[in-house]
């Protein structure tokens, strides 16, 4: 049985560790070669700073303007790839955090018999 008790504490600040100690590597790639360059690079919305544009119509077939909101700010702060990949290992570590809590809530009040 899982003692929700105990994994209420540090638990969440393990498996965050964990996650980034996992894919601190990818911090050190650089950009890919199969779309960064033409969904960074050669946006036009990117490059002009056009925010609107992500949130009015799909580019390269994709509505994604959060996405893209989100790598136009860190385009406008740096043109190095590793901010991107900060924010994908951060994304991944929240959501590992997201499932474990879901996972301690499904098996909430269900004893071994």
């Not at 560790?17 to 033409?38: E, K, P």
């Not at 790598?71 to 955090?97: D, G, Y």
């Amino acid at each position: 049985m899982i003692n929700r008790e105990k994994l209420k504490g540090p638990s969440w600040l393990f498996l965050l560790a964990f996650v980034f100690a996992v894919f601190a590597i990818t911090l050190r790639a650089g950009y890919l070669r199969w779309d960064d360059r033409q969904h960074i690079f050669e946006n036009p919305w990117l490059l002009d700073g056009d925010l609107v544009g992500f949130w009015l119509k799909p580019y390269f077939d994709l509505y994604i303007p959060v996405t893209y909101s989100l790598w136009a700010a860190i385009f406008a702060m740096s043109r190095e790839a590793w901010p991107f990949h900060l924010l994908n290992v951060s994304l991944h570590a929240l959501n590992s955090v997201l499932v474990m809590y879901w996972c301690l809530n499904q098996c909430k009040g269900q004893q071994r018999s």
